[in-house]
């Protein structure tokens, strides 16, 4: 193929024009690229030409080698469309390792469906194609256009977007009228080679050859490290109404002039009903507490992502009449219902990941996937996860905690933090008895209680049946064998913000003989076993996103029939990843009580330390492992 030397302000024109030519074959791809990729991307040009406020065209030209079932997921394409939104002159190919065509997709190969999979009413809907393969590697090539009149997403370029896959190319073109500002965020540039082009009205991006990045445990993000760029505009088109802000305050009254306001009402039968049911509280917060138990026990949530189903809730009486809603529609009827008895509180756009991810405040642009309500008091703000039924009022998971949010306010948008859990609020406290007996047979009742981020971990075992719960706590306590449960009860106490597990088992051969000794593990209910793997030449930074404390009690009665000959010291272990220590105390004979302390410590760290943690961890794993050591005693 011939290559042309172009002027940097055509490249938007004909970024595609080649495509068609390139050479598929899989003995093509440098072998560096190969190298621990599970597919590379061979190029990716993307485009978007806002033509005006009101109009934009966006092109995806995109292939990709796949060399395993782990990248399958590479190989499917779903795109997105509703009343706004055109998609044209979509279609693909399948290749296989020599480069032959094996497989033309067509529009009509393609699957259309509802985006919320026909459970709520909307015009949103999906195009998505599931290639399933037959051999490997095979390259699948895609390309389609979208014509939008949703202006106010200007899609980020994400050139390197997972791990495990290499780049040959990628590049990204946009354009946009005189009249139209664009701002732009830069991000991890540092370490790779771009080439950027900017003029007026046009700006251009481009990297080659980014070889594939290997996944460490603890490491931060992927969005954190990898090359990226958002954008946001000042002028824009956004669910049919024309916008323009320059900053959160402007944007955020402009969202609830045309996006929100309307959407309150509800009837006055409902009204009423919400008035009475808080007529005899007087606290504010009560109220709100109240509200919020009525909307957990009336309706229930349908997944559909921020700007995959529109970015303006349902009405709050249509959510009434129905019973049912996405996170915009469920927090915006808890909102019409608050304010039906006097209550302030604001719709709130939030990035909801386990990995906290902040609205960005360097720039205005449209942001988040994820709505939740924010109630501000006298003293602080209380944040509502309006789409789950199990949640306390007022907690916020992992899903949603200590980051960044958007809080839209009739008087404009407000950059506000949620809540942040510390070590000391994650407590797991687990207290208990054990005994064993002559043969190694151990008989255990235990009582697990979480709070914090921990509670929100064990929340999973809410609701779960009898069958599923023994699994899964066989799972839990797995360094025990051929566990026997007696008794297993979890309480989900939302007034308390706990969760409570109780649990009876035995297990026959607890322990371990060695001649006339008998081995007992010293630590039954919450063994440390984990260290992560070794990583040579470690890359990147170790972040633990939240911190914690376990805290142990359990009491161990040893069989009378034997006698202590090696009882576990007392030991304390300090690093600046955490604490962690032990101590065995005598209360009568043949009885011990066990205390356990593990304390994490949030932080990021430098790649450096990453043996030292590897060190803490093993040395956790090995005083977990302790054992006392009986001897029969003689008849």
């Not at 808080?278 to 349908?302: G, L, M």
């Not at 979480?450 to 799972?475: A, R």
Request: glycine content about 4%; proline content about 3%; charged content about 30%.
């Amino acid at each position: 193929m011939k290559k042309l030397k172009i002027a940097p302000f055509l490249l938007f024109f004909i970024t595609f024009s080649y495509s068609q030519d390139f050479n598929f074959k899989e003995l093509s791809i440098p072998e560096a690229l190969k190298k621990d990729a599970n597919s590379v991307v061979r190029f990716e040009n993307l485009s978007l030409e806002m033509k005006s406020q009101q109009e934009m065209i966006i092109k995806v030209d995109k292939a990709i080698t796949v060399y395993n079932n782990l990248a399958d997921g590479y190989a499917d394409l779903t795109v997105y469309y509703d009343k706004r939104t055109d998609v044209k002159n979509i279609k693909g190919y399948v290749y296989d390792k020599n480069g032959e065509e094996i497989k033309k997709i067509r529009k009509s190969d393609f699957k259309d469906y509802s985006a919320s999979g026909g459970s709520l009413y909307t015009d949103n809907r999906v195009l998505y194609y599931d290639y399933i393969p037959t051999v490997y590697p095979f390259t699948i090539h895609y390309y389609y256009e979208v014509k939008t009149s949703n202006t106010a997403f200007i899609i980020p370029w994400f050139p390197v977007d997972s791990y495990y896959q290499s780049v040959q190319k990628s590049t990204y073109s946009l354009k946009y009228p005189s009249d139209v500002t664009f701002a732009k965020a830069e991000n991890n540039f540092e370490e790779y080679t771009i080439k950027k082009e900017e003029a007026e009205g046009i700006l251009t991006y481009e990297i080659e050859n980014v070889a594939s990045i290997e996944r460490e445990p603890y490491s931060p993000p992927f969005r954190n490290f990898s090359p990226n760029v958002r954008f946001g505009v000042n002028k824009y088109n956004l669910e049919g109404v024309n916008g323009e802000a320059n900053d959160w305050k402007e944007f955020g009254k402009w969202y609830y002039e045309n996006l929100l306001k309307n959407t309150f009402e509800l009837s006055e039968a409902t009204k009423i009903e919400m008035q009475n049911l808080t007529s005899t509280i007087d606290d504010p917060i009560q109220k709100a507490k109240i509200i919020y138990e009525y909307v957990q026990n009336k309706v229930r949530y349908i997944s559909i992502q921020v700007g995959i189903g529109g970015y303006k809730p349902m009405l709050a009486s249509e959510v009434d009449k129905l019973g049912y809603g996405d996170c915009k529609a469920l927090t915006n009827y808890t909102k019409a219902l608050l304010d039906a008895v006097g209550i302030s509180s604001n719709y709130t756009v939030i990035y909801g990941d386990n990995d906290k991810r902040d609205i960005t405040n360097r720039f205005l642009s449209i942001q988040g996937n994820h709505i939740i309500l924010n109630v501000p008091t006298d003293k602080d703000d209380i944040w509502l996860e309006c789409t789950s039924q199990k949640v306390p009022f007022g907690h916020l998971g992992s899903f949603t905690d200590d980051r960044d949010a958007l809080v839209i306010t009739p008087e404009g948008g407000i950059i506000k933090h949620t809540k942040v859990y510390k070590a000391d609020e994650n407590l797991q406290l687990t207290k208990g008895s054990f005994s064993i007996d002559n043969k190694g047979k151990i008989s255990a009742k235990v009582n697990i209680e979480s709070k914090g981020i921990q509670y929100d971990y064990n929340l999973q075992y809410d609701g779960k049946s009898e069958t599923e719960l023994d699994l899964e706590f066989k799972e839990y306590l797995s360094n025990i064998n051929n566990i026997h449960f007696t008794t297993i009860k979890v309480l989900n106490n939302k007034e308390d913000f706990k969760f409570l597990a109780t649990l009876e088992f035995t297990a026959e051969d607890y322990v371990s003989f060695s001649g006339d000794q008998m081995l007992v593990p010293v630590n039954a209910f919450s063994q440390g076993v984990y260290v992560p793997k070794r990583i040579r030449n470690r890359k990147l930074p170790i972040q633990i996103s939240r911190g914690y404390i376990d805290l142990d009690e359990v009491e161990i009665k040893l069989p009378k029939s034997y006698s202590i000959e090696f009882l576990p010291e007392t030991t304390e272990i300090t690093s600046k990843f955490g604490t962690y220590s032990i101590h065995i105390s005598k209360i009568k004979e043949n009885t011990y009580l066990y205390k356990r302390k593990l304390k994490i410590n949030e932080g990021t760290y430098p790649k450096e330390d990453y043996d030292v943690y590897r060190d803490f961890r093993k040395n956790i794993r090995k005083h977990d492992n302790l054992k006392i050591v009986l001897k029969k005693n003689s008849i």
